[in-house]
């Protein structure tokens, strides 16, 4: 978090280090050399000082700019010329301020209305670039909601994620899809509420298995009636809201008046759904006793190693807990860390009216204000200092300790086998980026490569990567063709990358993906935060291959001597020769464990059955496995449902329907003559002469 005073930006990290190494080696602080200072840290100065002339005395947001216009540090002032001013002066300010000074070459600048919205958008500016001398917060994922949509007559209970668009009530943040799941799964046994699609609802002539092991009223079928269902929409989000006592007395009364009445039958449903509801009371892991709504923080700290542990209680239930493990964090003091870390987690999340933490934050007044409009009141920080509260926060201080044991343990070890790694394939280094491609396609058709990351804290699913195959030279089956074709877009791209709307299209899991995004490296004063969320672009004739953070560090090709050959073909064309690249086929009979890595110069090796590094690129196929024919199984469903009057030139959704309609099939349509294509209803002679050439020639 940026204060009054400047901040102490940490060291970047080491995927960090080769993008400024030739700045690195021509920068000298002070006392530090021989010789007077040198331009870089003068450069880095000038371009802060003609920014600082036009700055005004209202609060704001900067972004501090290299040579390549990459975000160094995003920072927020109370007056942005007081700040960014500071930035100005060597002496006083620590040597990283100063390593950060001589890598600026331009800033970006946006005023705000008030200090408390520049909080808020300098967290999100941070969350966006992940800048190498801010503090980051890795959460890559929305928190998942429990929503209770209410846009249909029976109301529905799903998780949700991503943007509240859907008309209803939303419970959360849980920790997890795990803890979303079990809650459901309890919830469904407890308030028989529908959990499936409208279509589905819509369809169903009788009730399904849920309605038979009793986790649905059925109200699809009319097994329960509409007020009876609202009855139990109610009790869901009394429970939901934290009057979980009421609900149990209610269940408890209606029990007892089902065994008075000899309905025994019912007095078992509302026992089970009495074990239901003390299930999920079972499973709090922390007691929050006396608290409705409220997040919980607390952090562990050995070194430069920060972790901080997180539990959400809504409606007096403990709704799970996750530990996050801040980068950057050296040269920041602990509630520096741990406000930064609080601001970006709150960026998409909306905060309960209470906020406990185990030390006080700077600026928490700030904090109050900024978060009070996406709370819709005020929020409070409090520190316990005696009570409930403060076993709460040992609890939290305690699973962050035992987090960040565990965290070092396990990095530990993957240092280990990362070092073995470098040793088995004779790497430089130890990789920071490791890229492993497969190809998925049944008999050629529907056909794709893809692409998975690795890296040392484990996948970044993020840069996931597939490409349809489309080049009609490529035989149907031919893997090695597809191999050639992934390789030469991949690395054609970063080697020529696209500007100005064109270029190679990507496709990311989950979302579409473009580095088609062209804007000016700097902004003029005021321009919106929307235009500070895109990326510059490379300048021209710069040396982007080797500034880019994407190339690898290693290649791993599932497959064999055809594979590696086939990239080794590419890379000689492109004129790649510093990219390790090592193909890992199965052994004998294609069993695991027996696999064979294949190397360039027609060298062959394998590792015994139980080695760590054999079990950690397996590890890697296997995930590359799962995401090539995953996306392959997608592409394949959607083709199960495209018609080939689908790609007749003019042919809309009514045409296809009437034409489908007429003559029954897709095959129908393709062998009617052209009179009988005349003939069918809504189509001209025009028409029918386009469907008859389309499939006659």
């Not at 893997?479 to 080697?495: A, K, N, S």
Request: aromatic share 8%.
């Amino acid at each position: 978090m940026s204060t009054e005073t400047p901040p102490d930006p940490m060291r970047p990290n080491e995927a960090h280090y080769d993008r400024f190494h030739e700045a690195r080696a021509t920068f000298t602080l002070r006392g530090e050399g021989a010789g007077a200072e040198q331009p870089d840290i003068e450069v880095g100065i000038a371009a802060i000082k003609a920014v600082v002339a036009t700055l005004p005395l209202r609060p704001g947001v900067y972004r501090m700019l290299d040579a390549r216009g990459e975000v160094l540090y995003v920072g927020k002032a109370r007056a942005l010329r007081n700040r960014v001013v500071n930035y100005t002066r060597v002496e006083g300010n620590p040597r990283r301020i100063q390593r950060m000074i001589a890598l600026t070459r331009s800033m970006q600048i946006v005023t705000t209305e008030s200090e408390a919205e520049a909080l808020l958008l300098e967290a999100q500016l941070i969350k966006h670039y992940r800048p190498p001398f801010n503090v980051l917060l890795r959460d890559d994922k929305s928190f998942p909601y429990i929503l209770l949509r209410e846009d249909h007559a029976f109301a529905r209970l799903t998780k949700h994620r991503g943007a509240r668009t859907a008309k209803g009530s939303y419970y959360g943040p849980f920790s997890s899809g795990g803890a979303v799941n079990a809650t459901l799964n309890a919830l469904e046994r407890l308030f028989l509420l529908r959990s499936c699609t409208d279509s589905y609802f819509n369809n169903r002539d009788r009730p399904c298995l849920l309605y038979q092991i009793k986790r649905c009223a059925g109200p699809c079928c009319g097994r329960v009636t509409p007020e009876a269902y609202a009855e139990l929409v109610a009790d869901a989000k009394a429970f939901l809201s934290g009057k979980a006592t009421g609900v149990q007395a209610k269940l408890a009364a209606q029990m007892e008046r089902a065994s008075e009445a000899l309905d025994f039958e019912m007095a078992v449903i509302y026992r089970d759904r009495l074990k239901a509801l003390t299930a999920i009371q079972a499973r709090q892991a922390i007691n929050p006793q006396g608290l409705s709504d409220a997040d919980i923080f607390a952090m562990a700290r050995q070194g430069d190693n920060v972790c901080i542990q997180a539990f959400f209680v809504r409606g007096g239930q403990n709704w799970g807990h996750r530990a996050f493990f801040p980068q950057h964090a050296a040269g920041y003091a602990d509630e520096e860390v741990l406000a930064s870390a609080i601001a970006q987690l709150y960026t998409h999340t909306q905060p309960p009216r209470l906020i406990l933490t185990d030390r006080a934050l700077p600026e928490s007044a700030l904090f109050t204000e900024a978060l009070a409009e996406k709370a819709g009141g005020r929020v409070t920080f409090h520190v316990p200092k005696r009570g409930e509260q403060t076993k709460l926060i040992e609890i939290a201080v305690r699973n962050a300790g035992e987090a960040l044991e565990r965290r070092l343990a396990e990095s530990s070890a993957q240092g280990k086998v990362l070092r073995e790694l470098v040793e088995l394939l004779d790497l430089d280094g130890p990789p920071e980026r490791i890229e492993v491609y497969d190809n998925s396609h049944i008999q050629g058709t529907n056909a794709l490569g893809g692409m998975i990351v690795a890296g040392p804290e484990g996948f970044i699913t993020s840069a996931y990567r597939k490409w349809n195959i489309k080049d009609k030279t490529t035989v149907p089956g031919d893997d090695y063709g597809m191999m050639r074709e992934v390789f030469t877009r991949r690395f054609g791209r970063l080697i020529n990358p696209p500007r100005n709307g064109e270029g190679d299209h990507e496709v990311v899991e989950g979302r579409e993906y473009n580095e088609r995004m062209p804007t000016r490296a700097t902004a003029p004063l005021g321009r919106g935060p929307s235009d500070l969320l895109r990326k510059p672009p490379p300048s021209p004739g710069e040396d982007f291959e080797r500034q880019t953070e994407d190339w690898p560090d290693l290649v791993l090709i599932d497959g064999g001597k055809g594979q590696v050959s086939a990239v080794k073909a590419v890379f000689e064309e492109l004129g790649i020769t510093d990219v390790p690249y090592v193909g890992v086929a199965k052994g004998p009979d294609r069993n695991a464990g027996r696999e064979v890595f294949h190397f360039p110069d027609g060298r062959e090796a394998s590792l015994p059955a139980n080695h760590p590094v054999l079990f950690y690129l397996q590890r890697l196929r296997d995930e590359a496995h799962r995401f090539a024919i995953g996306a392959h199984r997608k592409k394949r469903t959607a083709a199960i449902g495209v018609s080939t009057l689908d790609q007749v030139p003019g042919i809309g959704p009514a045409r296809k329907k009437a034409l489908l309609l007429h003559f029954g099939t897709a095959k129908a349509v393709r062998n009617a003559s052209l009179d009988d294509l005349c003939r069918a209803p809504g189509v001209s002679k025009a028409m029918a002469q386009v469907v008859y050439d389309y499939y006659h020639g």
